[in-house]
């Protein structure tokens, strides 16, 4: 316990001076099960089986049974399947004076059913993510650690039973013969054509960077697009999750934008940034020292025609191109180190909180009470609960409160500006601001207005709820499809203190 606690010290502080983070790894306990174990997905073959009778049985499986996620590639083989059952068997049996090989198998046996107790659907996880913390939730992966206890099983039996009654030559075919049925059975034909497409995805993906390197100074910073959010990005296009970190699997001296944290600072500007025209972009890119664009045109429906046209003709730069449809490189043309900026970049700049002085590059040049709604508010709050993932247009409250804690300490006497609008029964109806003890009300329209909530306090607070008075859900109502619960429009929220 004390190893544990030792080794999330450094998570639990960072967490005490920053807030929790409600942007990254959101689990649910019901996840648990979700992506549980489930055992006869080891003893089943692998969906694309050689033997069309043995994959017809796998997908059958998978088409007709719940639950069915990645644990689809739990499979064991034959070879795997025959450890496991042995494993059971043995961990089934009295035990008894055991050495060597008999006692190692019983060891394994003893891991691999307490795995298999802990990890499968209904196993003891879902007991630790209800009543503990529901953030392990895909068990089925330990899986792999299960399979090599099983063919250690196997092989450990092999010697036991075979070494002593056969000659080495013999027992060497044997076991080479087991071995080569296994590799037949867990492997298909299109692995092959798999592993030939990364190969060389992986070298052209090399090439590209290494000639990067070569044309760009040690430390360069590169602006990747599309933007990507990390960890766990959903697919932009044919881009996974982590396609953008390529430049830091191949390239050693140059710096990218891809990697900062969701819902901290270095991500919010940057996603901002990525909503901004590209001619705005590139301006601040310039101002914040940029060396080039990296763009990766697999992320982009029409393959980056059109994005590629407009940093063309905002640059004036030809791109350094990999070969096909995949990674291009646009450099910057060298600017003055003052760089003087259009209003809209201006603007831009101020928004984002960009500061750049002193060659220094910050990112904290907003207020603590001064809210965007169209930004994420993970970065602008210390914690929040109760609104949905922010909009271009700004952000729908979730549900009927709102509960937000600033960065900073509220003033005693302050004006509390928040832009808002209602949804269908909210329109005409009072929802309410409470700081301290202290409630105000205001009744939201169809249309964002602003609504100045003058508040008083005895005690000094950082915390601030609203109530929506009947959250409704638009598809309840007939407007659309949507299924979230929503009341309140809001735009921003400001915080001006009275003297």
């Known amino acids: 316990m004390a190893g544990v606690l030792i080794n999330i010290a450094p998570n639990l502080f960072y967490i005490i001076e920053n807030g929790r983070n409600p942007a990254v790894a959101q689990r649910s306990a019901m996840e648990t099960e979700i992506y549980g174990l489930k055992i006869v997905q080891f003893l089943l073959p692998r969906k694309d089986h050689r033997l069309p009778l043995l994959a017809d049985v796998a997908k059958n499986y998978a088409d007709t049974f719940p639950l069915v996620n990645e644990n689809l590639s739990a499979s064991f083989g034959f070879v795997g399947s025959f450890g496991f059952l042995l494993l059971v068997y043995v961990a089934l049996t009295p035990r008894r004076t055991e050495a060597g090989s008999a006692h190692a198998s019983r060891q394994l046996a003893f891991i691999a059913v307490a795995l298999v107790m802990i990890a499968t659907v209904g196993g003891f996880s879902s007991l630790f993510a209800q009543f503990v913390s529901p953030l392990i939730r895909a068990w089925n992966r330990v899986s792999i650690f299960i399979a090599f206890m099983s063919l250690t099983a196997m092989a450990l039996a092999f010697d036991s039973i075979f070494a002593r009654r056969w000659r080495p030559?013999?027992?060497?075919?044997?076991?080479?013969?087991?071995?080569?049925?296994?590799?037949?059975?867990?492997?298909?034909?299109?692995?092959?054509?798999?592993?030939?497409?990364?190969?060389?995805?992986?070298?052209?993906?090399?090439?590209?960077?290494?000639?990067?390197?070569?044309?760009?100074?040690?430390?360069?910073?590169?602006?990747?697009?599309?933007?990507?959010t990390f960890p766990e990005s959903p697919p932009v296009q044919s881009l996974g999750s982590y396609d953008m970190a390529k430049g830091y699997l191949h390239a050693d001296n140059l710096r990218w934008s891809f990697g900062a944290t969701a819902g901290r600072r270095g991500d919010d500007v940057f996603e901002g940034l990525s909503h901004l025209p590209i001619s705005t972009q590139i301006e601040l890119l310039n101002y914040m020292g940029f060396q080039g664009i990296y763009v990766d045109r697999r992320g982009y429906a029409d393959h980056g025609i059109d994005l590629d046209a407009e940093i063309r003709k905002a640059t004036g730069e030809v791109p350094m191109l990999q070969p096909g449809v995949g990674l291009a490189f646009y450099p910057l043309p060298r600017r003055d180190k003052h760089v003087h900026l259009s209003p809209e970049a201006e603007k831009a700049r101020k928004t984002l909180g960009i500061v750049r002085e002193g060659g220094k590059l910050t990112f904290d040049g907003t207020s603590p009470f001064d809210i965007d709604f169209t930004r994420s508010v993970a970065t602008q709050f210390r914690s929040s609960s109760g609104l949905y993932k922010a909009e271009s247009w700004g952000s729908w409250t979730m549900g009927s409160t709102v509960t937000v804690r600033l960065k900073e300490q509220l003033p005693r006497d302050f004006v509390l500006q928040l832009t808002a609008r209602g949804f269908g029964p909210n329109l005409g109806a009072p929802a309410t601001v409470t700081v301290d003890d202290v409630t105000r009300s205001f009744v939201p329209g169809p249309q964002f207005q602003r609504f100045d909530l003058p508040f008083s306090t005895n005690e000094s607070t950082d915390t601030i709820v609203i109530t929506v008075p009947h959250p409704a859900v638009p598809k309840d109502l007939g407007i659309n499809a949507d299924t979230r619960l929503l009341g309140l429009g809001l735009l921003d929220l400001k915080v001006v203190a009275q003297h």
């Open 169 to 228: 030559a013999p027992t060497f075919v044997a076991a080479t013969l087991v071995a080569l049925f296994g590799v037949w059975d867990q492997t298909a034909s299109v692995d092959l054509a798999r592993l030939k497409a990364r190969r060389e995805e992986f070298r052209a993906d090399q090439d590209f960077m290494s000639n990067l390197e070569k044309h760009l100074a040690a430390g360069s910073a590169i602006y990747q697009l599309p933007y990507m």
